[in-house]
């Protein structure tokens, strides 16, 4: 087996810490933890502050940029959403927004048996002011769905 490959691009927001965007290790790809920040300014998507402290988020926006960026590490990694066989995905208000973001989930994998498998945790605080983050786990082996 040769030696894991580390993906970093500049089409995904700069990760936070000292890690890669992704790693491969022969047909596996493993997503580090991917939220909505926008690539070009860090901007976080539907934030709303007011004294320099977070007041309101906007879910939507939020989702849509989240899979916005994980495509971005995904095509850096030549792999694409069909590939994904596992997403955890984080919310910091579970009760507010996971019925948004099922409903936007839907709309990227609308066919539940070539969706990932998916588990979503309520999560207290993320280490930047967003409200999502997904973890991701792709197959770039050769695909069959049954």
């Not at 309101?56 to 495509?71: L, S, T, W």
Request: aromatic content about 8%.
């Amino acid at each position: 087996m040769s030696s894991p490959a580390s993906i970093r691009t500049t089409t995904a927001p700069r990760p936070v810490g000292s890690y890669p965007h992704a790693r491969r290790v022969g047909d596996w790809l493993l997503l580090s933890g991917i939220g909505p920040r926008s690539p070009d300014d860090n901007v976080i998507p539907g934030n709303v502050y007011a004294a320099g402290a977070l007041v309101a988020y906007d879910i939507e926006a939020q989702c849509h940029a989240v899979f916005a960026n994980v495509r971005a590490v995904l095509n850096a990694s030549d792999a694409q959403f069909e590939d994904l066989i596992d997403v955890t995905v984080y919310l910091t208000d579970m009760a507010r927004d996971f019925p948004t973001y099922n409903r936007i989930w839907a709309e990227y994998f609308p066919d539940p048996a070539k969706a990932p498998c998916r588990t979503t945790l309520g999560i207290s605080t993320l280490p930047t002011p967003i409200a999502i983050e997904l973890k991701c786990t792709a197959w770039m082996g050769t695909r069959e769905i049954t």
